[in-house]
T-cell receptor, first 110, second 115 residues
Framework: EDQVTQSPEALRLQEGESSSLNCSYT??????LFWYRQDPGKGPEFLFT???AGEEKEKERLKATLTKKESFLHITAPKPEDSATYLC???????????FGTGTSLTVIP | DTEVTQTPKHLVMGMTNKKSLKCEQH?????MYWYKQKAKKPPELMFV???????INESVPSRFSPECPNSSLLNLHLHALQPEDSALYLC??????????????FGPGTRLTVL
């Protein structure tokens, strides 16, 4: 069965305390994996697209990596404004639908 | 520019009302999507339009009726909704929707409350 799982469900960090969020997937035929940031009551904001194992992408304090079974979103020296829910989604070779993980709620404390 | 706009931002309606949600994009994207999102849950796909044709309906009740008048516009017509339909309704668009690595860009959503 195709599945996308994110961990942890919630994460509290002190400002400046680096950490990683995990997105693991068991799908057959991955076309791409996507990371989004979502603030409460707003639409998801696109962060990264990854499509091959070993790929890495960076944006400010965020770095996304991809292996054959999982993706990590590394947050370096986070700030309170990084507080949000981070969603990963996978797109399979069989269609254009996204399958979302349940998200990680990140809180960064000043 | 990766902007998807949605109107209205908030909507309160009774169970007997008829209302519509509107979504617009001017990125030349040919695939558009409706999602429903409940609090603390990920978005759930409702409908996909690809090249203005409905390509996916995820077994959504008929009280939700999508319409794609042209490649830039997507509507969701609502009729006889139930209180459990209260949620954030998200629209998204992507370049092709057909066989390609296809990033979806989301609008800000419409917060719907059904009384």
């Amino acid at each position: 069965e195709d599945q996308v799982t994110q961990s942890p469900e919630a994460l509290r960090l002190q400002e400046g305390e680096s950490s990683s969020l995990n997105c693991s997937y068991t799908v057959s035929g991955l076309r791409g994996l996507f990371w989004y940031r979502q603030d409460p009551g707003k639409g998801p904001e696109f962060l990264f697209t990854l499509y091959s194992a070993g790929e890495e992408k960076e944006k400010e304090r965020l770095k996304a990596t991809l292996t054959k079974k999982e993706s990590f979103l590394h947050i370096t020296a986070p700030k309170p404004e990084d507080s949000a829910t981070y969603l990963c989604a996978v797109q399979m070779n069989t269609g254009n639908q996204f399958y979302f993980g349940t998200g990680t709620s990140l809180t960064v404390i000043p | 520019d990766t902007e998807v706009t949605q109107t209205p931002k908030h909507l309160v309606m009774g169970m007997t009302n008829k209302k519509s949600l509107k979504c617009e994009q001017h990125m030349g994207h040919r695939a558009m999507y409706w999602y429903k999102q409940k609090a603390k849950k990920p978005p759930e796909l409702m409908f996909v339009y690809s090249y203005e044709k409905l390509s996916i309906n995820e077994s959504v009740p008929s009280r939700f009726s999508p319409e794609c008048p042209n490649s830039s516009l997507l509507n969701l017509h609502l009729h006889a909704l139930q209180p459990e339909d209260s949620a954030l309704y998200l629209c998204a668009s992507s370049q092709s929707g057909q066989g390609f690595l296809d990033t979806q860009y989301f609008g800000p959503g419409t917060r719907l409350t059904v009384l």
